[in-house]
């Protein structure tokens, strides 16, 4: 069992920057990937981020990329998402998920364990 909770999200003016923390608890931390998904209303969950369990390689989305920086601390059993020059079209709900495998994946069905979201909104 591994337990996820996130934090950080809030309201932000374009442009603007936020971190977002997801803590974990359970298995052991430094063995498994982990990943951030976001959810927009009437949208489908959609791939944010990815990061390998020893952080030697990550992921992103187009549409984040070189503005959102995901990275992992595992002595402090946590996963981060930098999120810089936010823009009204990344407001949604953001989840962390952990995948039971050292490889990171930008499936959701391929994430085994999920938070219960943090609410991010960018005002333009």
């Known amino acids: 069992q591994v337990q996820l909770v996130e934090s950080g999200g809030g309201l932000v003016q374009a442009g603007g920057s936020l971190r977002l923390s997801c803590a974990a608890s359970g298995r052991t931390f430094g063995s498994y990937a982990m990943g951030w998904f976001r959810q927009a209303p009437g949208k489908e969950r959609e791939f944010v981020a990815a990061i390998t369990w020893s952080a030697h390689s990550t992921y992103y989305a187009d549409s984040v990329k070189g503005r959102f920086t995901i990275s992992r601390d595992n002595a402090k059993n946590a996963a981060y998402l930098q999120m810089n020059s936010l823009k009204p079209e990344d407001t949604a709900v953001y989840y962390c998920?952990?995948?039971?495998?050292?490889?990171?994946?930008?499936?959701?069905?391929?994430?085994?364990?999920w938070g219960q979201g943090t609410q991010v909104t960018v005002s333009s």
């Open positions: 998920a952990a995948r039971l495998y050292p490889t990171a994946s930008i499936e959701t069905y391929e994430y085994d364990y």
